[in-house]
């Protein structure tokens, strides 16, 4: 389509990286197909093509384009974004898909850092029947987890637990503490000083991105929750900075309660997310836990 190559040519020109994609992503959504049919479409009617052409102006201008259709894909699923939380990335559907193969039906889940849910979503999705826990403290993301926990309960996946808390905060879930079989976590992993994208700094929340100087504010804590709440043999899935595949490995053969840990790399060859195995036979009191 015409209109879709000139606003690929436009994007390229002000610089987004993924042009046409984008170009077509909006194009689909105005004229509610899959992308992969816009092909054989003649063409836009002309309001069609003035909703199209505000759409490429306010990408140009920075919006992230899940921002603009209202909707991010992630694994199999469509889940509702928008201002006030993360977008999901297509590199987190490697954590998840780690999880997933490990994750039976029955077993209980815990996504800490859940966002709009993305991870403790496509888990409740792809492994049905599990007990999934999504934590979150942003008053902002809540709404929009509590919005696509209902909707794929209705389309009829596994309901998830919603929980409003800190992940920092040793109370968080105690009461499940020894009894998870699996931990999965993306947090803000960005060291403060470090400078992002436009579109990431303009639009993605700032705590959903940045954890203190050295990016690790948040996964340190999490380590430790993560192995009080782990049953002995339970799995740990966190992901991180490409700066850190040796930082996050060491952190948790520091904690001493865990086993088998491995750094794992994205298709882009980046280091991405460590995952290890809750040790038997090691306390949960440890380092100043409880
Ligand atoms: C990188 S985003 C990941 C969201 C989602 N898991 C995903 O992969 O798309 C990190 C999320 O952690 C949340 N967060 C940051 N610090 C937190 C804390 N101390 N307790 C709970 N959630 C926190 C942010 O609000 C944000 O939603």
Do not use: K
């Not at 800490?112 to 049905?128: D, H, R, Y």
């Not at 926990?149 to 596994?158: F, S």
């Not at 470090?194 to 700094?201: C, E, R």
């Amino acid at each position: 389509m015409q209109a879709v190559a000139r606003a690929t040519n436009f994007l390229s020109r002000v610089g987004m990286p993924s042009p046409r994609v984008d170009a077509e992503i909006l194009a689909s959504h105005v004229l509610g197909v899959p992308r992969g049919r816009l092909a054989l479409i003649d063409g836009f009617t002309a309001d069609q093509l003035a909703e199209f052409d505000a759409l490429v102006a306010r990408r140009a201008a920075g919006e992230p384009v899940q921002h603009l259709v209202g909707s991010a894909g992630f694994r199999y699923l469509e889940l509702a974004v928008g201002p006030g939380v993360f977008v999901p990335r297509p590199e987190t559907e490697l954590l998840a898909g780690w999880g997933v193969t490990l994750i039976t039906p029955g077993t209980t889940v815990v996504d800490l850092c859940s966002g709009s849910g993305a991870i403790a979503l496509a888990v409740a999705n792809e492994v049905p029947g599990t007990r999934v826990y999504a934590v979150e403290r942003s008053a902002a993301a809540l709404p929009w987890l509590r919005r696509n926990a209902e909707a794929r309960a209705a389309a009829g996946d596994t309901p998830i637990h919603v929980i409003e808390g800190d992940v920092t905060d040793l109370a968080v879930l105690a009461d499940l503490d020894g009894t998870v079989d699996a931990v999965l976590c993306n947090p803000p992993y960005v060291p403060s000083g470090v400078a992002v994208p436009a579109d990431v700094a303009d639009h993605d929340p700032y705590d959903a991105v940045f954890a203190g100087a050295d990016g690790l504010a948040v996964i340190r804590p999490v380590i430790a929750r993560a192995a009080a709440l782990l049953r002995p043999g339970g799995v740990f899935g966190v992901e991180h900075d490409d700066s850190h595949g040796a930082a996050v490995p060491a952190l948790l053969r520091a904690d001493g309660r865990f086993t088998d840990i491995e750094d794992h790399r994205d298709l882009a060859g980046r280091p991405r997310y460590a995952t290890a195995v809750r040790a038997r036979g090691v306390a949960s009191e440890h380092r100043g836990e409880r």
